[in-house]
């Protein structure tokens, strides 16, 4: 194995071009996480996709896209900060998302309770035409049947009923 030694005159240049290797590199990770491009989305006459380092010439109708140099894609200005887009978007806080769900849930149970009283409604409807003897429950639980007259009666509110509640 041959043994190689450097003299004082060698060793200075390798230094030098090794410490240029080390500012360059910094140099470069540098403005790597700054650098991005930018791509332009449109719709072509046919329906078509087109992507384009250009500006479209009818400047409709298209949307810039930014890539950053490690391959993840930016909303457009997103990396300098300067687009109004993202400076304007509200943000809910997580109180605000809290309400937001617990409204929705509420709203949603309603839905499904009218739901249920409708269907109440309409049983009692069919019920109620099906014809035979039909009774009620007395405040004491006995049965009190209904005359035709009454029948009709009942017939008529529930049909104003469901045509009230339920669409």
């Known amino acids: 194995m041959a043994q190689v030694s450097l003299t004082n005159d060698m060793a200075k240049p390798v230094g030098l071009i090794a410490l240029c290797l080390v500012a360059v590199s910094l140099w470069a ?6 650098y991005a491009v930018q791509v332009y989305k449109s719709i072509g006459a046919h329906g078509e996709v087109k992507y384009s380092q250009h500006q479209p ?3 409709k109708n298209f949307d810039l896209i930014e890539f950053r140099s490690d391959g993840r894609q930016n909303n457009a200005g997103q990396m300098a900060g300067k687009t109004q887009s993202n400076q304007n978007e509200p943000t809910q806080s997580a109180e605000d998302q809290r309400v937001a769900q617990l409204e929705a849930r509420i709203k949603d149970q309603e839905a499904q309770a009218n739901a249920q009283r409708c269907q109440s409604l309409r049983n009692n409807l069919t019920n109620l035409n099906v014809g ?3 009774y009620e429950m007395d405040a004491s ?3 009190q049947y209904l005359d035709s007259r009454e029948i009709e009666l009942k017939s008529e509110r529930v049909q104003k009923a469901i045509s009230q509640y339920c669409s």
């Open 29 to 34: 990770l540098s403005i790597s996480d700054s």
């Open 57 to 59: 010439r009818d400047n």
């Open 132 to 134: 035979g003897r039909i």
């Open 141 to 143: 639980g006995k049965r």
